[in-house]
């Protein structure tokens, strides 16, 4: 076997967990100094819900997110080191990818600088999904319903998380500055040197851990910068600021965060095995990490994600104080919402009303394992879903009055039932999206997303 | 009725928390102080999947799996999400406060 040259020891700069969750700007310079090749963040998550991909917005704040981004894209196009920027504006279809890279073209005017822009997409055509359903190439995740054609047609937004692949085709077409659509959280930090010939286990490990930058830290934070090099056989993990470090139990215990199986970590094309994984305390806040490997699928599995409108929301927040009433709450509500469905009969029928009760059942609903209600005083958000905004504020409106004047059994403060702490009580919500695909494509060519360039 | 000489899993556990894997699952952690205790609830599995779904008040078939997780002396147990994150009807749209019942447990 011909002998090849041993690999330099890569080294990532990750700025923040989230782009826009910001990060001090000593630790940004002290990554800096240890001369990156390197410096990326992840921009997305699905956890804030489905109304940010439906909507097109944004959950991250414009002024935060180019706050971080100036810092990252001045020093790495005068320091000539790429930046890259996965699933831009939180959801990474192409109202989120627009909104980020305008902030980027802002800069780029602001501080005069010029570069090459490298920009993927990861919107999937609803005709590419429908040919995949058609075909077999679509899987489902556990508890999420099978897809359907009828599903396909009603959803918006549809994404899929990208791999390396289409950043390597960017990467190889002279990208200085990289900003994609919905990406696999480590993708942005692995493929570079997955490129340059690292072993993909390490290296996706690697970014799998510095996508949350320093919450892997301990004391952990989503807005300051983590270091991660890459060698042969391992990576080695660092914080920047003198308040914290990494240790064993640290970069473990990130291993296990918002994940079923921390031993087999999924992703496109195949999974990170971390059955044989150790972690090993360097001191000085550093912790090595070896062992972990990549095992391809069979078939090259991309996840979809998008979202279907659900309809239109309202809602009233409103306190309770009486004892009686607070005795007797599950009875009175079910009364209120079926007078409501009595007066308004044909006209209620596509809402939808729920009642958050907050000190009996708020947060876990139906799965609250304490029946009895303790406490002095109750929170009520009274929520209405409808097909349209209209039809939502009605029924709300009638459901707050209703609720206000029920004459329950054994009442004695006939005033009225609610402590509103707001004029107006009643709040138009808007749109409400809820996820409708969460399913797996299978793809013969991974770096099929639309890429281009542009001079900036 | 309390039984005698019990101990709560609050006085041998670091970490008890709830989050969102997806928006489909809910995944439960807990992460022990010292290796001694994750090494006992192992032997005598003390979380089964019947155990979660009546702390949970769930069918068994809703708790996908559970997993032993050396290197951080861990349990992981992953359930259904009664309601899709964000589809009318959920409460918590992170899943960050659905770890509460695992705090009554005792061994």
Excluded at chain 1, 70 to 79: H, N, P, W, Y
Excluded at chain 1, 159 to 171: D, N, R, S, Y
Excluded at chain 2, 23 to 50: C, Q, S, W
Aim: a positive charge.
């Amino acid at each position: 076997m011909e002998k090849r040259k041993k690999l330099p020891p890569f080294k990532i700069l990750s700025t923040t967990a989230i782009l826009g969750y910001g990060f001090p700007e000593s630790s940004f310079k002290k990554g800096l100094s240890k001369k990156p090749d390197l410096i990326a963040a992840d921009a997305g998550s699905t956890d804030p819900g489905p109304y940010y991909l439906g909507s097109g917005k944004s959950f991250t704040n414009r002024t935060a997110v180019k706050r971080d981004l100036r810092l990252m894209i001045k020093a790495g196009v005068e320091k000539n080191i790429p930046v890259i920027i996965g699933s831009a504006g939180g959801s990474g279809a192409r109202p989120h990818l627009e909104w980020c890279l305008d902030i980027v073209r802002d800069i780029a005017r602001e501080e005069k600088l010029h570069f090459k822009l490298g920009i993927a997409e990861a919107d999937i055509k609803k005709e590419t999904v429908l040919k995949a359903l058609k075909n077999g190439q679509i899987s489902s995740l556990p508890f999420v319903p099978p897809l359907t054609p009828a599903v396909v047609e009603e959803s918006e937004n549809i994404v899929a998380q990208m791999g390396i692949e289409p950043f390597i085709k960017l990467l190889e077409a002279g990208a200085q500055v990289i900003v994609a659509g919905r990406s696999y959280d480590p993708a942005v930090f692995a493929a570079l040197p997955i490129w340059r010939g690292y072993d993909p286990g390490l290296a996706l490990h690697l970014g799998k851990i510095l996508e949350c930058a320093a919450i892997a830290a301990t004391p952990g934070s989503g807005s300051d910068c983590a270091f991660g090099t890459l060698t042969e056989d391992s990576f080695i993990l660092e914080a920047l600021s003198p308040e914290r470090k990494f240790t064993p139990e640290s970069a473990a215990a990130h291993t296990l965060y918002e994940k079923s199986d921390p031993y087999h970590l999924p992703g496109p094309g195949g999974s990170i095995d971390l059955t044989g994984c150790k972690f090993e305390d360097l001191g000085q806040g550093r912790v090595r990490v070896s062992g972990s490997r990549f095992i391809p699928s069979d078939g090259y599995w991309l996840k979809l994600e998008a979202v279907r409108l659900a309809g239109y929301r309202s809602i009233s927040v409103a306190g309770v104080r009486d004892q009686i009433m607070i005795d007797k709450i599950d009875d009175i509500l079910k009364a209120v919402e079926v007078r409501v469905r009595d007066i308004l009969g044909k006209d209620s029928e596509g809402s939808q009303i729920y009642f958050h009760v907050y000190g009996k059942n708020g947060v876990m609903g139906e799965l609250e394992p304490v029946k009895k209600t303790r406490s002095h005083e109750l929170g009520i958000v009274i929520e209405v879903v409808a097909p349209a905004q209209a039809e939502a504020d009605a029924v709300l409106a009638l459901a707050r009055s209703v609720l206000l004047h029920y004459g329950y059994e054994g009442r004695i403060a006939t005033a009225g039932n609610l402590a509103f702490p707001f004029s107006p009580s009643d709040v138009a919500m808007g749109k409400v999206y809820e996820f409708s695909i969460y399913h797996l494509m299978e793809v013969s060519d991974p770096a099929f997303f639309p890429v281009r360039i542009e001079q900036v | 009725m309390k039984s005698k000489g019990k101990r709560s899993i609050m006085k041998v556990a670091q970490v008890i928390r709830s989050k969102n894997s997806g928006p489909y699952e809910l995944t439960l952690d807990i992460i022990f102080k010292e290796r001694r205790y994750y090494e006992l609830f192992k032997k005598k599995k003390l979380i089964t999947a019947g155990k979660i779904a009546s702390l949970y008040g769930v069918d068994k078939a809703d708790v996908l799996k559970i997993i032993y997780f050396e290197p951080s002396q861990a349990i992981k147990v992953t359930l259904k999400r009664r309601i899709p994150s964000g589809t009318p009807g959920d409460t918590d749209i992170y899943g960050a406060q659905q770890h509460a019942p695992l705090l009554n447990i005792k061994f």
